[in-house]
């Protein structure tokens, strides 16, 4: 069947359902044997853009429109409803990528973007491992995942703060969403933006301390489980958020106050059978402990460690910590240290942030975590302030080479 026969029969429905009739199409014709060619490519695209996304008309020219509210949410269903069905993982993922894969509008990825925080609400495996793959292959630091990122951030760890036992179950449902979830989260806060530092939403952190804290395999996810892609796509390689993690523990102390949060939170009623008298209600409040930002990023600092730990290779190369973005530390602190007006040993702050960037470099290169030129980064970590522990490894892993 010629791709204007295909046309023509989706023509046939009314939206949403031919949106839905175009999804199987699309399926049929990236699916068979063998890899698509470009002119199959091309049609496919087309069908896309005219019946799923209604960006294009039947001539090909551009829609001014577009979807309308209403049948932006009916896609969204469409699209949940196909991809929960029983289709294989790479039949999920390559129709996954042909609708979001490529340098699209701000439509398809508003779309996206609802499509991943509907599927974060539902604890929705099936749409979250595709996100993640999506995240991967477009690349978890490019404006794209980034924007997405930061919706979900504002549904669910700003705008809605109470779904936290839920969010902490992603870590095993959706590991590999939530490992390249990581790594967009930790390009999107503890950066210099025009002089000051963003700092991460304490909700977002608590969350991703109790991810990582509770499951030291957790950041190699994405590398330990390589997505199922369509014949001829190329995988990119995935970046694991323990560089990042490594930079936000660091930097902490530079930015956090010491500071102890206590609540009150009142247990349910108890009955205490007292003899020879009736059963009476006692109420007791109990005391909880909610741990301060600094308490929190002490407790991320011991989940990264166990892993880095846990991400030693036993065979092949290692891929868990590029060398280069440790040795990215560098630059801030030197400008943080020759700003502070402080002897370096004399600045507690200073020296807590050297101390975790010991530990974690320790840990790494113990390990054989770290790839890329170790020889340089030992030498840019050298030019950091004075710090009796950083200096120790520093000169044992320098004569180890």
């Known amino acids: 069947m010629s791709f204007s026969d295909i046309k023509h029969a989706i023509r046939k429905y009314e939206f949403p359902q031919s949106a ?13 044997r063998g890899a698509p060619t470009a002119k199959q490519l091309d049609g496919v695209m087309d069908i896309i853009a005219e019946f799923i996304f209604c960006e294009s008309d039947r001539r090909g020219g551009r829609r001014g429109s577009g979807l ?12 949940c409803d196909y991809l929960s069905g029983s289709i294989s993982e790479t039949t999920k993922n390559t129709i996954f990528l042909s609708l979001f894969g490529g340098q699209e509008s701000q439509r398809r990825l508003k779309i996206l973007s609802i499509l991943a925080s509907m599927a974060v609400s539902a604890s929705s495996t099936p749409m979250l491992l595709a996100v993640g793959v999506w995240l991967q292959q477009m ?3 490019s404006p794209q995942s980034l924007q997405l990122v930061e919706n979900v951030i504002r549904d669910h760890f700003q705008l809605n703060t109470s779904n936290q036992a839920a969010l902490n179950s992603l870590a095993s449902s959706a590991p590999q969403f939530v490992a390249n979830f990581i790594t967009a989260v930790t390009e999107l806060y503890m950066n210099d933006v025009q002089g000051k530092v963003k700092m991460p939403p304490k909700n977002l952190l608590e969350v991703i301390t109790a ?19 369509p014949p001829g796509a190329i995988p990119m390689a995935a970046v694991t958020p323990l560089a990042g993690l490594v930079h936000w523990c660091a930097r902490a102390p530079l930015y956090v106050d010491e500071d102890v949060e206590m609540e009150e939170a009142p247990t349910p009623p108890k009955k ?33 460690l166990h892993s880095l730990r846990a991400g030693r290779r036993t065979h092949g190369p290692p891929t868990a910590v590029n060398a280069q973005h440790l040795a990215a530390l560098a630059p801030m602190l030197q400008a943080y240290s020759q700003g502070a007006g402080l002897p370096a040993q004399g600045d507690g702050r200073l020296q807590d942030c050297l101390d975790r960037i010991g530990q974690a470099v320790q840990i790494a290169l ?36």
Do not use: F
């Open 272 to 304: 205490i059978k007292v003899e020879g008298e009736i059963e009476h209600k006692m109420m007791k409040t109990k005391t909880t402990k909610s741990l301060s930002e600094a308490e929190l990023y002490t407790k991320l600092h011991l989940g990264v």
């Open 139 to 141: 690349g978890c630091s």
């Open 366 to 401: 113990a390990n054989g975590c770290v790839y890329g030129n170790i020889s340089s980064l030992l030498a840019v970590l050298d030019t950091l302030p004075e710090n009796r522990l950083l200096r120790i490894i520093i000169k044992t892993h320098q004569q180890a080479i």
């Open 20 to 32: 839905r009739e175009a999804l199987v199409r699309v399926e049929q014709m990236l699916t068979g």
């Open 211 to 229: 991810w990582v804290h509770a499951h030291p395999s957790l950041c190699m996810s994405a590398q330990l489980s390589p997505a199922p892609l």
């Open 68 to 79: 309308n509210p209403l049948q932006e949410l009916q896609l969204i269903d469409v699209i």
